[in-house]
């Protein structure tokens, strides 16, 4: 299983960023090899429109069977997520990381 | 004469400015109102005529048709937008972002991107007496404002000679829709209000105006609330503060009630003549 979270960080004790479109990373997490690894996204602050789409196609090319974020994605990324079949769990927008995944773990977090 | 009537901050009173204006003026002669704050147009609140036209608009936007498609990425290249995206095997456009350049169309090998008409709005024209007043308003869901002003603008400059007085009711901001209302405009109107949330946004719109090489004025709305840094901004700035409109429990009342100041404040009307006055003299003497 393969699980991208938004996050401000590279690390499992960075905090989620609770935007889809604008977040600062993605932090990827394999569980089979229980590897970590981070995408920066932050040149997408330079980009005045469709940062949702654009986000969301890196996300496609990450290919990750669940995504934990904080408010969702909009509706032009939720489209382009559509069609990729990514569970999407929402309301880890206080959370770390790490706290994110052990909530998701525990089935506390919701599905979008 | 095209005269914009744009802020930077909102509800400073452009739309009172501007059907003011428009109604005073057409006593004596032709003039063209046209609201171009597409996304909420309200002149037609204190403007009322007779119907006299009514055309849907519509904006050209690509949609994918898969059959000779080679997936090369040009169309998401050249897209400034994000409005065309490649994702592995397919093209997914997002019509909200798009601005109808026609880039990924032209620029596809295959023709595979063809433009399609979708309707954004609606423009309407009515006229009463010597005032002739066109709006246009984007369909609930439309995220772009500019192809709709873009094309308003248009009708009016095929319908109407540059002879005769052209007022344009601006959205507030200083942004893409702003623009394309100003751009053309041989005077802006900048209308504030002397508090420092208008003062603020002023000096964006100002910043703007002259980016754009604009001549432009001040009209300071409610004067008498807040305090006095926008009349001095504007000293210090050497920008010409063309009237001030009182702080009035009357106007308030007679706006809410949606009728024209004018006729029953005189002091407004007064107003009223220095703005065109001023403008007049200025374009007349082809002063910057």
């Not at chain 1, 996300?59 to 997520?81: H, M, Q, S, W, Y």
Request: one cysteine or more.
């Amino acid at each position: 299983m393969k699980i991208v979270f938004t996050t401000k960080g590279s690390e499992w004790e960075s905090k989620i960023d609770p935007r889809f479109g604008r977040t600062e990373y993605f932090l990827i997490y394999d569980e089979e090899s229980d590897e970590l690894s981070s995408f920066d996204n932050r040149a997408i602050n330079d980009v005045a429109h469709g940062a949702g789409p654009q986000t969301a196609q890196k996300l496609f090319e990450l290919k990750p069977d669940v995504l934990i974020t904080g408010n969702g994605p909009g509706g032009n990324a939720a489209r382009v997520l559509g069609s990729a079949n990514i569970k999407i769990f929402v309301g880890a927008g206080e959370m770390t990381a790490k706290e994110a995944f052990e909530a998701y773990k525990k089935g506390e977090l919701k599905e979008f | 004469m095209k005269i914009a009537i744009a802020s930077g901050k909102g509800g400073t009173g452009k739309t009172t400015l501007s059907t003011n204006l428009a109604a005073y003026l057409a006593e004596k002669e032709s003039v063209v109102l046209t609201d171009l704050d597409v996304e909420e147009p309200n002149s037609g609140l204190f403007i009322h005529g007779n119907l006299i036209n009514r055309e849907d608009k519509y904006k050209a936007v690509p949609r994918w048709n898969s059959d000779n498609c080679t997936l090369c990425g040009n169309c998401q290249k050249v897209c400034n937008f994000h409005a065309v995206i490649q994702l592995v095997d397919q093209i997914m456009v997002f019509p909200e972002l798009c601005h109808s350049c026609y880039a990924c169309s032209e620029l596809c090998p295959t023709g595979s991107l063809p433009m399609i008409p979708e309707k954004m709005g609606e423009l309407r024209e009515y006229q009463s007496g010597n005032l002739h007043f066109v709006e246009s308003k984007l369909d609930v869901g439309q995220e772009q404002a500019v192809p709709l002003i873009a094309q308003t603008n248009k009708y009016v400059d095929e319908k109407y000679s540059d002879e005769i007085i052209k007022l344009y009711d601006s959205p507030p901001g200083t942004s893409c829709p702003v623009i394309e209302v100003t751009k053309d405009a041989d005077f802006v109107i900048l209308v504030t209000e002397p508090t420092p949330f208008g003062l603020h946004d002023l000096t964006l719109a100002v910043e703007t105006m002259r980016e754009l090489d604009k001549k432009f004025g001040v009209v300071v709305n409610r004067y008498g609330i807040g305090n006095d840094d926008v009349i001095d901004y504007c000293e210090s700035e050497k920008i010409p503060v063309i009237a001030k409109i009182s702080n009035s429990r009357r106007i308030a009342e007679l706006y809410s009630r949606g009728r024209l100041l004018y006729g029953e404040i005189p002091e407004l009307k007064d107003e009223l003549v220095k703005v065109f006055d001023f403008v007049k003299g200025n374009l007349d003497r082809g002063e910057t």
